[in-house]
């Protein structure tokens, strides 16, 4: 069995606590010594691998896209059909091991730097494309096309509105509220565009 080599170890610990410290002090006020000094790095290393923070930022989120997607896709492939297919999709963007404060503030960078940086604005308009584009795929199952290409955008703003809104919050997130709040705007839509 190959050794994992040392740089994706370190790689990875500066992607956590990139996350870590932007929950604590925020994207603008935390340096790259600082999240080295948590990942237990040299500033000159933590700069070796990822160049800047603003490319640190988009190094974590893409490594947290991915964590969405195979979760998502986990609970894609155990769906029977497409509304369990859209549940799983909805359940899958509020996975308890990425719905946490320290990942919700990461997020919340990352959509304030997609603003400014092209690199951060590609990376969203990918997840937001993709997600788009699972929901209306089986949501148009459901109903019509228009209605579902409509009711997908409309559960897609659900999705990030309520992880924006608990950045914003004092109180922890809950998965499961989250869910059910989006679970009953889909059902809501799809008795109202019922074929």
């Known amino acids: 069995m190959p050794k994992v ?5 370190r790689r990875r610990a500066l992607i956590g606590a990139a996350i870590e410290a932007i929950h604590d002090a925020g994207f603008c006020e935390v340096t790259m010594g600082q999240i080295a000094r948590r990942a237990g790095v040299s500033p000159a290393l933590a700069h070796h691998y990822f160049g800047s923070k603003e490319q640190l930022l988009a190094e974590t989120m893409r490594h947290l896209l991915s964590e ?3 979760e998502v896709s986990k609970r894609l492939a155990a769906a029977p059909g497409p509304r ?6 909805i359940a899958g963007n509020f996975d308890p091991v990425q719905f946490t404060p320290t990942v919700i503030s990461a997020w919340l960078a990352f959509y304030l730097q997609a603003q400014t940086s092209e690199r951060a604005n590609r990376l969203l308009r990918i997840y937001a494309l993709r997600l788009k584009s699972n929901l209306q795929h089986e949501l148009a199952q459901l109903t019509d096309r228009t209605a579902g290409a409509r009711i997908a955008d409309g559960t897609a703003a659900l999705i990030d509105g309520l992880w924006i809104r608990h950045a914003l919050r004092a109180e922890p997130p809950d998965p499961a ?10 059902d ?7 074929p």
Not at 177 to 186: G, P, T
Not at 188 to 194: C, M, P, R, S
């Open 84 to 89: 369990a297919r859209v549940s799983a999709i």
């Open 177 to 186: 509220a989250a869910i059910a709040l989006v679970e009953d705007y889909v």
């Open 188 to 194: 809501t839509q799809l008795k109202v565009n019922a």
């Open 5 to 9: 080599g040392v740089q994706p170890i």
């Open 68 to 70: 969405l997607g195979l």
